[in-house]
């Protein structure tokens, strides 16, 4: 049970930080595209992953199409908006000056 909310917590959290690494470490397009296309692609093996090894595969069966059209498009989004907010903030503290 502890490790299902601590793979959560990484789910969630990992883009979050990544985005903002993106901001740090990569220009503009490019940090924009990765902050978004990492998390969608590490998450779409998550779900290919727990789809082989689940210990109800009967129960995941045909559900990764789903998970990842709703809960990747989030994961996606997650890593742009820190990437937006991390970029507002550089820029507002005049340290942007780009990688």
Do not use: H
């Amino acid at each position: 049970m502890k490790s299902a909310l601590a793979l959560r917590l990484v789910i969630l959290v990992g883009p979050l930080f990544f985005g903002a690494a993106c901001a740090l470490a990569f220009t503009k397009r490019s940090g924009l595209i990765l902050s978004a296309l990492v998390p969608w692609i590490a998450f779409f093996g998550f779900n290919l992953y727990t789809e082989q090894f689940s210990p109800d595969k009967e129960l995941m069966q045909g559900s990764v199409l789903f998970f990842q059209l709703t809960l990747g498009s989030l994961v996606a989004a997650l890593g742009l908006a820190s990437w937006s907010i991390a970029t507002r903030v550089m820029r507002s503290n005049n340290r942007w000056r780009g990688p």
